[in-house]
């Protein structure tokens, strides 16, 4: 049985009769403190409530191949892992953006729809899941270093196992890409043609000899243009034509991938040091790479806000683009400068939807241009 512990107010004390058997009640303002049940009860809860977010929140983070993962045994689960779910959004944005700069593309036709989200499954979970395989196994050595609990290094998967993922994510991607183009009634398999080249991208930058990350300026490069250009591509060919001009546009843009690729570095220092590879804060060192970084990210786009302005005389594309810059930049000066290395994962979730919704607003501005230039040339007839 707890003990009360009881402090006294002054409030004056009864006086009993002589001889008489004292029983002393509580005096008046007497305060007694027993140790809450509730409130241990409640830590315990608490405390309980907080192991068992961080262990969802690990095992989100497994399958979504984030950093910070649980170690995880379920075979599937880390297949899905080695796929980086995660990095599929970029793609799958891309496609989208790509099917608006068509100025064909109908956001209520159920046919549109299929044939776009087709397009989205070939450029996510097939071919990017097939480029995070591949890198991971090139990487093993570096993610031993830097990242530990990852499938391969961790021995959680066998090498036949992942040679086989990556054949199957490969193979499934370029068989989607070439029954998008029989969909589309594509005369030359435009899709195909896409899928094979991304894929070759994605292998030379993974493997040697060639292994482009090694180069922190072609290694960033190819994997911006792999996450802006290829997947615009790839949209804007299955519902339109693909134009020399608009590649070129989705080109430069690629020069912002290219500063996102640098931000992604800064927590794989240590380990590309290691491991001699020249990426952008090993070769600059940190403080040069970062302003390298937010420099091609904002001059990319107001490039492309001022091609929007001055070229496609889309002014109202085009300011809210730069309103989209805005806060990219406001979070670089608050997170980004100070601390690259502490800040990159907050300063991405804070900045990076501006960005995507920027290329988006790039690609809408482009199918309003070809609308016009479809009707007009309707009208000629």
């Known amino acids: 049985m707890q003990a009360l512990k009881c402090s006294r107010s002054h409030a004056a004390r009864p006086v009993a009769a002589k001889g008489a058997r004292v029983v002393s009640p509580r005096p008046f303002g007497t305060v007694c403190h027993r140790p809450s049940l509730g409130r241990v009860a409640l830590k315990a809860v608490n405390q309980r409530a907080t192991e068992e977010k961080k262990n969802s929140d690990s095992a989100a983070r497994q399958l979504l191949g984030m950093k910070g993962a649980a170690l995880e045994t379920d075979i599937w689960k880390i297949r899905v892992?080695?796929?980086?779910?995660?990095?599929?959004?970029?793609?799958?944005?891309?496609?989208?953006?790509?099917?608006?700069?068509?100025?064909?593309?109908?956001?209520?036709?159920?046919?549109?729809?299929?044939?776009?989200?087709?397009?989205?499954?070939m450029s996510g979970p097939f071919l990017t899941g097939y480029t995070q395989t591949i890198n991971d196994w090139y990487d093993r050595d570096i993610d031993a270093i830097n990242e530990p609990y990852r499938p391969i290094p961790s021995g959680r998967i066998s090498e036949q196992d992942v040679i086989i993922q990556i054949w199957v994510l490969l193979l499934g991607?370029?068989?989607?890409?070439?029954?998008?183009?029989?969909?589309?009634?594509?005369?030359?398999?435009?899709?195909?043609?896409?899928?094979?080249?991304?894929?070759?991208?994605?292998?030379?930058?993974?493997?040697?000899?060639?292994?482009?990350?090694?180069?922190?300026?072609?290694?960033?490069?190819?994997?911006?243009?792999?996450?802006?250009?290829?997947?615009?591509?790839?949209?804007?060919?299955?519902?339109?034509?693909?134009?020399?001009?608009?590649?070129?546009?989705?080109?430069?843009?690629?020069?912002?991938?290219?500063?996102?690729?640098?931000?992604?570095?800064?927590?794989?220092?240590?380990?590309?040091?290691?491991?001699?590879?020249?990426?952008?804060?090993?070769?600059?060192?940190?403080?040069?790479?970062?302003?390298?970084?937010?420099?091609?990210?904002?001059?990319?786009?107001?490039?492309?806000?001022?091609?929007?302005?001055?070229?496609?005389?889309?002014?109202t594309y085009a300011g809210v683009l730069l309103a989209l810059i805005l806060p990219q930049i406001f979070f670089q000066i608050k997170y980004f400068l100070p601390d690259p290395i502490a800040n990159d994962v907050k300063y991405q979730a804070s900045a990076q939807p501006f960005l995507v919704f920027g290329l988006l607003t790039t690609g809408l501005a482009i199918g309003h241009v070809n609308q016009l230039a479809a009707a007009a040339a309707s009208s000629g007839l």
């Open 173 to 315: 991607g370029l068989g989607v890409s070439y029954g998008l183009d029989l969909w589309a009634g594509h005369d030359q398999p435009t899709l195909l043609y896409l899928a094979i080249f991304g894929s070759f991208i994605s292998y030379i930058y993974s493997a040697p000899p060639l292994k482009l990350k090694q180069s922190g300026w072609a290694g960033n490069y190819a994997l911006g243009s792999s996450y802006i250009a290829l997947p615009w591509w790839a949209g804007q060919a299955l519902f339109g034509t693909l134009t020399l001009d608009v590649m070129a546009l989705t080109v430069a843009y690629s020069l912002a991938g290219l500063g996102i690729a640098i931000v992604n570095d800064f927590k794989s220092i240590e380990g590309d040091r290691k491991m001699g590879l020249q990426s952008l804060p090993v070769a600059f060192g940190v403080d040069t790479a970062k302003w390298i970084c937010v420099s091609t990210i904002d001059v990319t786009q107001l490039g492309v806000a001022a091609y929007l302005a001055f070229g496609l005389k889309q002014y």
């Open 81 to 121: 892992q080695l796929t980086k779910p995660v990095t599929w959004i970029p793609l799958i944005w891309g496609v989208a953006c790509g099917a608006a700069a068509s100025g064909n593309y109908q956001w209520n036709d159920p046919t549109d729809i299929a044939k776009l989200l087709t397009c989205m499954m």
